[in-house]
């Protein structure tokens, strides 16, 4: 298995509450992914890094931010957590010397249940 | 959106059969790649066709693209039940970004 690591793998919070999720990688691969899982709409990506401090958006963005401050950390954080946002949330990494055929290594998930 | 379609959403068969799955894709793609996911485990990627190639081996796994009609299909031969998992296809275009299908649930009975 890629060695990634999302900790923690579960949390229960209250809506309005910062959280902060984190994704470490071992295999200093230099592209970094934050989706969402639910029931109905399979994998969406929120945000994903080409590289400390270089990332983007994703398909559903909204009330998500991130930061890369070094290769192996990935940080997806709730500034206002929001019921909608109940969901597991994967991280995944992938290599960028293959360019665009590029397999992604997922994580475990985080399960994040708000209430 | 050149999301992934998975067919069917769900399968069932029994051990010893061949499970056969398909993906619709909407734009040109790059590549398009398989994975599979255990209940409460990621995505495990199982195998990546380029639009250039039409078919592709690895192991019990036989994967098909077809480019003119955006769609690709997986089958899985001779199942056995630690296959019971979702499938899911991903479709990359002109990005680093994978889009991914809703995603199919075997169930593979002993």
């Known amino acids: 298995d890629a060695g990634i690591t999302q900790s923690p793998r579960h949390k229960v919070t209250e809506t309005g509450t910062p959280v902060t999720l984190r994704c470490h990688q071992t295999?200093?691969?230099?592209?970094m992914y934050w989706y969402r899982q639910d029931p109905g709409h399979g994998l969406r990506l929120i945000h994903y890094?080409?590289?400390?401090?270089?990332?983007d958006k994703g398909e559903v963005s909204d009330g998500y931010s991130v930061s890369r401050s070094k290769t192996e950390d990935f940080l997806l954080t709730l500034e206002s957590a929001t019921s909608s946002q109940t969901s597991v949330y994967f991280c995944?990494?992938?290599?960028?010397?293959?360019?665009?055929?590029?397999?992604?290594?997922f994580g475990d998930g985080t399960r994040l249940s708000i209430l | 959106s050149q999301q992934g379609e998975e067919d069917p959403q769900a399968l069932s068969i029994q051990e010893g059969e061949n499970a056969t799955m398909n993906c619709s894709y909407k734009?040109?793609?790059?590549?398009l790649q398989w994975y599979r996911q255990n209940s409460g485990r990621g995505l495990v990627h199982l195998i990546l066709?380029?639009?250039?190639?039409r078919e592709k081996h690895s192991g019990r796994l036989r994967v098909t693209l077809d480019t003119s009609k955006k769609s690709s299909s997986l089958l899985i031969t001779a199942s056995r039940a630690a296959d019971t998992a979702s499938y899911f296809c991903?479709?990359?275009?002109?990005?680093?970004?994978?889009?991914f299908g809703k995603g199919t649930k075997l169930t593979v009975n002993p």
């Open positions: 066709i380029r639009s250039n190639e």
């Open positions: 995944a990494i992938s290599e960028a010397s293959m360019g665009h055929n590029q397999p992604q290594h």
């Open positions: 734009t040109s793609i790059n590549n």
């Open positions: 890094s080409y590289g400390v401090k270089d990332t």
């Open positions: 295999e200093n691969h230099r592209y």
């Open positions: 991903s479709t990359q275009g002109g990005s680093e970004k994978l889009v």
